[in-house]
């Protein structure tokens, strides 16, 4: 059983930057893609961004050039660079873990608890 942990969400201004990290444990071994996924209330589920076991990463287009996904393999995490964060941003933000890297929700398979991000104007 994997387990997932994020954290390093809060309230941030429009335009600056936060850091979320999120540790898997259950697992010895970073042959898994991992994910961040964000909901806003009210709204679907939607994709931030991967990284593959090997180290491709795909970012949704309205985070393009403002996030940066990292993983370090030793530490079984990952993490989620944000700057010029935009109040369009806010929502909670969840990291889970995938067989290969993958954009839409349903294959992955471990979901983490959340942590919120709020952006204010």
């Known amino acids: 059983q994997v387990q997932l942990v994020e954290s390093g969400g809060g309230l941030v201004q429009a335009g600056g930057s936060l850091r979320l990290s999120c540790a898997a444990s259950g697992r010895t071994d970073s042959n898994y893609a991992m994910g961040w996924f964000r909901q806003a209330p009210g709204k679907d589920r939607e994709f931030v961004s991967c990284?593959?076991?090997?180290?491709?990463?795909y970012y949704a287009n309205s985070v393009k050039g403002r996030f940066t996904i990292s993983r370090d393999n030793a530490k079984n995490a990952v993490y989620l660079q944000m700057n010029n964060l935009k109040p369009e941003d806010t929502a909670a933000y969840y990291c889970?873990?995938?067989?290969?890297?993958?954009?839409?929700?349903?294959?992955?398979?471990?979901w983490g608890q959340g942590t919120q991000v709020t952006v204010s104007s």
């Open positions: 990284i593959s076991s090997r180290g491709f990463v």
């Open positions: 889970a873990t995938a067989p290969y890297a993958a954009v839409v929700a349903a294959d992955y398979n471990y």
